[in-house]
Nanobody, 121 residues
């Protein structure tokens, strides 16, 4: 069974930094794209950043220059370094990954449980 487990959320002051981690575990054959989404109260879930297995990245315009996504393929882990944080970054952050489980010739989309990030003034 494949799982994504997030860590690193919490409370931070505006202008500060946080680092989120998301580790995939289970019987994994391969991980394709990985990414981070967020959902603020009353809003739709939106893509924050994504990274391919080869390391290509893309970001939402609202976080460009402030957030950095990276991954450790050996550890099946994706990270989100968040700097110069703003009040509007407050949201539940979800990890997402396209994973091919062992023995199954098909990729499935998996989500983490979500981690709360709150930016205070």
């Amino acid at each position: 069974q494949v799982q994504l487990v997030e860590s690193g959320g919490g409370l931070v002051q505006a202008g500060g930094s946080l680092r989120l981690s998301c580790a995939a575990s289970g019987t994994i054959f391969n991980i394709n794209g990985m990414g981070w989404y967020r959902q603020a109260p009353g809003k739709q879930r939106e893509l924050v950043a994504a990274i391919t297995s080869g390391g290509s990245t893309r970001y939402a315009d609202s976080v460009k220059g402030r957030f950095t996504i990276s991954r450790d393929n050996a550890e099946n882990t994706v990270y989100l370094q968040m700097n110069i944080m703003k009040l509007e970054d407050t949201a539940v952050y979800y990890c997402n990954a396209e994973i091919v489980p062992n023995g199954i010739k098909q990729a499935f989309n998996y989500w983490g449980q979500g981690t709360q990030v709150t930016v205070s003034s």
